[in-house]
């Protein structure tokens, strides 16, 4: 059986299942482990799926797509939550990047009303135009310019890439739009994860905010693990379970109550 016959039949077991284990695969082609991975990675590279732990899951289109504007209702009260505990670890004098999200935008809404409380000197960097819109009413913004994406109502691409590349952060605050078996934070396209990446390696603290829908889900691109964060602030209705499996990877984390102030 050739390497794309060996594809479109994994593809058709994914679509009905949505997950496999390497061994399902191996038995489905009746073909060598070796195989069966190359078969995996011709699915990731098509972007048809993505590989996780010990096998390969499906990639439905909600994981290659972004829209902004819907995600600004979705899970409000978790994202206020998380946004009240990262808001906690900004001090004065300190250097921030701001990443583009919607749990990234609540978070610079509780960031201005910190700022107008205590008068922090903090410089903030953000590709967010949502975020500058947010903290520009009451601080200085350094806005990363580059090619305006309206999906995400942000700018990457080669010129914002050039600028983080020449920065350096005391924290930077990022979200992610999936996870991988709560190992490695996921993102739908490379753009966004190449921008992450460049902020994460240029800081000196590191902070994940993602809401619990984001566990039940994997997008597309991997872009960095959970052991690379000084802390991961999620909400309380996270999975005990998954929980369990994210402190593996990281020591440190927080878990925010809707209620909580």
Known sequence: MMLAEHKEKLLKRLEERRQISLREAMDILGASESTARRAFLKLEENGKAVRVLGGI???????????????????????????????????????????????????????????????????????????????????EVNLVGGRFRRNRRDFCGYLSEEVISRLHFSKVFVGADGCSSERDFTTTDMETARMNQIVLENTDCAFMLVDSSKFRTVSHVLYAPAKQFAAVITDTKVDPDILARLKTQCENVITAGAGEK
């Open 57 to 139: 899951r499906y990639v439905s289109p909600s994981m290659t797509s972004y829209d902004f504007d819907a995600g600004v209702y979705e899970h409000v009260e978790e994202k206020k939550a998380i946004a009240r505990e990262a808001v906690k670890l900004v001090e004065d004098g300190d250097v921030i990047f701001c990443d583009s999200g919607t749990t990234i935008r609540c978070m610079c809404g509780e960031l201005a009303e910190k700022l107008r409380r205590e008068r922090l000197n903090v410089r903030i960097y953000t590709n967010s135009l949502a975020n500058l819109e947010i903290l520009n009413e009451v601080t």
